[in-house]
């Protein structure tokens, strides 16, 4: 199971940058439309440089029609997705396995016991 996993996923990751590949040489021929279409597909699986380069077609309209709007998102996405992620490993380190043990046990005034994989009451 586990190597069908990453079989999919490698998978994957080769139809991304594949369409990437396509996109960049769908720009180099002036086949703005083919770029535009190979970058929306990259970009919609979260590849970097497909979101800039549709950025690009939106922001000068070509192969696509002009929207600086959605060229904007595009730019941005890769900005939000940094402010997430810094969100989410501030919010993790907070979580320790101590103030989890708090949470749950807060009526303990130590460290549960545990043996053989189970919590011992405290009396």
């Known amino acids: 199971m586990k190597y069908f996993i990453i079989l999919v996923v490698a998978f994957s990751f080769s139809l991304v940058a594949g369409e990437l590949e396509n996109g960049l040489e769908q720009v ?3 086949n703005y439309e083919a770029a535009a279409n190979s970058f929306t597909k990259a970009a919609m699986c979260d590849d970097f440089i ?11 309209g070509l192969g ?8 904007s998102y595009w730019f941005g996405k890769k900005d939000r997705a940094k402010k997430l992620e810094a969100k ?12 989890f043990v708090e949470k749950i046990f807060p009526f303990l005034d ?7 994989g189970f919590l011992i009451s405290q009396q």
């Open 88 to 99: 989410l490993q501030k919010e993790q380190k907070k979580f320790t396995h101590k103030t």
């Open 110 to 116: 130590s460290k549960p016991k545990v043996q053989q």
């Open 28 to 30: 180099k021929v002036e």
């Open 64 to 71: 696509v029609a002009y929207d600086p709007d959605q060229a």
């Open 50 to 60: 497909a979101q800039q380069n549709l950025g690009v077609l939106l922001n000068n």
